[in-house]
């Protein structure tokens, strides 16, 4: 069982940037793939990034491309999310998950992922 535990969300003006945490001893091995996720009120959970067990992939969903950068420093045991340029639209809670896949995959898809973190709210307004 693979134990992913995000921090960093909050309340942020429009514009404003913010930088989630996902943290998980498991990084240190070097096997998982990991992914953000997030969850607005009434929608389905979507996939917004994700970067490859080897850090040399990295993907992410059109409407957070160009704001939102992923990376990971697997001695620290931590991927992070950093968004700038927040929209309202950006609001949702969002989780990081992981999958036993090394090398290259990476993928934005719910089912590719078989851990889970607890998530952290985002909320943008002014």
């Known amino acids: 069982q693979v134990e992913l535990v995000e921090s960093g969300g909050g309340v942020v003006q429009p514009g404003g940037s913010l930088r989630l945490l996902c943290a998980a001893p498991d990084f240190t091995s070097g096997y998982l793939a990991v992914g953000w996720f997030r969850q607005a009120p009434g929608k389905e959970r979507e996939g917004v990034s994700c970067i490859s067990s080897n850090d040399f992939t990295t993907d992410y969903a059109d409407s957070v491309k160009g704001r939102f950068t992923i990376s990971r420093n697997n001695t620290k045991n931590t991927v992070y999310l950093e968004m700038v340029s927040l929209k309202s639209e950006d609001t949702a809670v969002y989780y990081c998950?992981?999958?036993?896949?090394?090398?290259?995959?990476?993928?934005?898809?719910?089912?590719?992922?078989?851990?889970w973190g607890q998530g952290t709210q985002v909320s943008v307004s002014a």
């Open positions: 998950a992981a999958a036993p896949r090394t090398g290259t995959w990476c993928k934005l898809g719910l089912y590719d992922y078989d851990y």
